[in-house]
């Protein structure tokens, strides 16, 4: 079995745990200095993970911003940017999305049943993986370590981050808790229901808190074994 990517979830949230309010507008949760902060995390990863909703709705480029943090990894022989990947069941991504005209190289997971039509849609743009009947995030890590990815970042969304904590397949969580309070049923949230490893019972394992500006850093070990 190749060896799995160290996988680390980010997201920066309100107090009462959204990712995001609920009008058209992107609700920017997160101040310059955290910013900064994640875009030397991108620097620092093989791969960026995001979710075909996160897509729709943000229309990220998922880029390494900061011209030295590019330069660095370009000295160390690396892409200037982290290989982009997401994962869409249904296939029903747009090619006008920012995230195919970006960066060095583009990855997709979907299904048998969608693959032919993402590949249609996206010929050119990026690479189109089938995983089976299912997109399974197991056989996604699994390819990711045969494609030379030892760090990935996944930034979303909700839906996302969700299944691979209720998989317990996050080695790391990194939280920027923004000093909001969102309050709108309809606003996506950092984590949907489901049954966590564990359940209710179990403490994650805090490895730091310190704040960045007027955000406040919060970084988690899911499992036990995390190094």
Known sequence: MPNRPYVLLSAAMSIDGYLDDASPERLLLSNAADFDRVDELRADCDAILVGSTTLRRDNPRLLVNHPDRQAARVAAGRPAHPLKVTLSARGDLAPELRFWHTGEARLVYTTD???????????????????GPVVDLGALLEDLGRRGVARLLVEGGGSVHTQFLAEGL???????????????????????????????????????????GDVVLLRYAPKESTP
């Open 170 to 212: 996050a080695d790391e969580l990194q939280l920027a808790v923004a000093p909001l309070l969102v309050g709108q049923a309809a606003a996506p949230r950092f984590v949907n229901p489901a049954e966590f490893p564990g359940g209710s019972t179990r403490r994650l394992r805090l490895l730091a808190a310190h704040p960045v």
């Open 113 to 131: 049943q969608a693959a032919e039509r993402l590949r249609d849609t996206l010929e050119g743009l990026a690479e189109v993986a089938a995983l």
